[in-house]
């Protein structure tokens, strides 16, 4: 299936120079959809893992899916001061501004290997972010699976650069 043909182009969102790639096409197509977790689901299984977590907010809506056909426990990574008990917080720089994301302090063990699904990788400071919080509360990153790599604007290289496995359903560039 050519996912491609799923996802929808929008110009100057959230502000003038980014060409934002949507997946709430793909998701509203249940082939699509479907075709999709699967896809997931395959490339999750050449990677050891205890846990996976999911990058508030699109990433949630891939990982749940994932989680419930791997019977895998899913640990969400959260906006700021959205999560109600303690937490580990890491700030990070985005293509377009500054964001912060927390995990709960009791999600991830020591030692756990935790596999990260979100939507799409871009410049990378997210995933990155997502890295780190796997790191601060003591388990391993297991590897990063994204719907789409905007590969021209380096965040999977820069993955990838510090050893991480990464994979991606599509590949676009970023601009």
Known sequence: MNLKKYIRSIPDYPKKGILFRDITTLIKNPDAFNFSIDKIVEISKKIKFDKISAIESRGFVFASAVSYKLKKPLVMMRKKN??????YSVDFELEYGKATIEVHKDSISKDEKVLIIDDLIATGGTAEAAAKLVEISKGQVAGFIFIINLFDLGGDQN???KSYFTESLLEFPGH
Do not use: G
């Open 159 to 161: 993955l990838k650069n």
């Open 82 to 87: 959205k999560l109600p008990a303690e937490r």
